[in-house]
């Protein structure tokens, strides 16, 4: 199939051959097809080749061909404008999105800037704190004795357990001036001896532990953004906070 079209910046679809290049030599050349078209100068014209004829010709360097987008731009075509870009004074402008955050930046077709998304941030990064907090507290603490550290979970029947042997030992010691000690297992179903004191002890810690993850996430969440936090990050200041609660 050949396209022919006219010789200017913005080329004119002047006639269509529906021939193949040997069927227009049989036909006798391009003198003889264009000579029915007498208004028409082959000199002026250009030849092309090929399926469809274009959607927006231009021409240059001496032939045909599509028009790229800002060349549409620049014509008056409408496009369709693809995010970070806008047009101005017949130019095809592109913003380049910037590095970093790119999860919460929104093209604004108005105001022709990348904005921040910080709502969306926000929920993403007090999503993460609340994951976080979530695992240290299913993890527990680990808790020293003789130099070896066993692993304490918090669940609500280690702390009910716990608490009900304290308040045992601790009306055994007022109404008969002792308290029986338990046996205390871990999580590696080691056990030590515990009498009143020493509960009391682990008891503490794991307050203490409770309450600096707790302190934490409400530090992160209303003191400082590290965003995006780790794991690393929020249990060195879980341990930073567990260490001033216990010495207070």
Same mark, same amino acid.
């Given at each position: 199939m050949y396209y022919?079209?006219?010789? $200017?910046?913005?080329?004119?679809?002047l006639f269509d051959v529906n021939l193949t290049s040997d069927e227009v030599k049989l036909y006798g050349g391009w003198d003889v097809i264009f000579g029915y078209y007498p208004n028409i100068q082959k000199d002026d014209s250009t030849i092309i080749e090929r399926d469809t004829p274009f959607n927006y010709p231009i021409f240059d360097n001496n032939t045909i061909r +599509?028009? !790229?987008?800002? +060349? %549409?731009?620049?014509n008056d075509i409408e496009i369709t404008l693809e995010i970070g870009e806008?047009? +101005?004074? %017949?130019?095809?402008i592109k913003v380049p999105k910037p590095q970093g955050n790119e999860k919460y930046l929104n093209w604004d077709k108005e105001k022709h800037l990348w904005i921040l998304d910080t709502e969306a941030q926000k929920k993403d990064y007090f999503d993460v704190i609340d994951r976080l907090k979530a695992d240290v507290l299913e993890y527990g603490f680990d808790y020293k004795?003789?130099?070896k550290e066993h692993r304490q979970r918090c669940r609500d029947k280690d702390i009910t357990s716990l608490a009900s042997n304290i308040s045992i030992m601790l009306a055994e010691k007022i109404i008969k001036g002792k308290e029986k000690p338990i046996t205390w297992y871990f999580e590696d179903n080691f056990g030590i001896e515990l009498d009143? +004191? %020493?509960?009391?002890?682990?008891?503490?810690?794991? %307050? !203490?532990?409770?309450?600096?993850?707790y302190d934490t996430e409400n530090y992160f969440k209303t003191k400082v953004n590290p965003f995006p936090l780790t794991k690393d990050e929020f249990e060195k200041k879980r341990k $930073?906070?567990?260490?001033s609660l216990a010495k207070g």
């Open positions: 022919i079209y006219s010789k $200017e910046k913005l080329p004119k679809l +599509e028009m !790229t987008r800002e +060349e %549409k731009v620049a806008f047009i +101005e004074n %017949k130019k095809l004795v003789d130099k009143l +004191e %020493k509960s009391l002890v682990l008891a503490s810690f794991g %307050k !203490t532990f409770t309450q600096s993850v $930073e906070i567990h260490s």
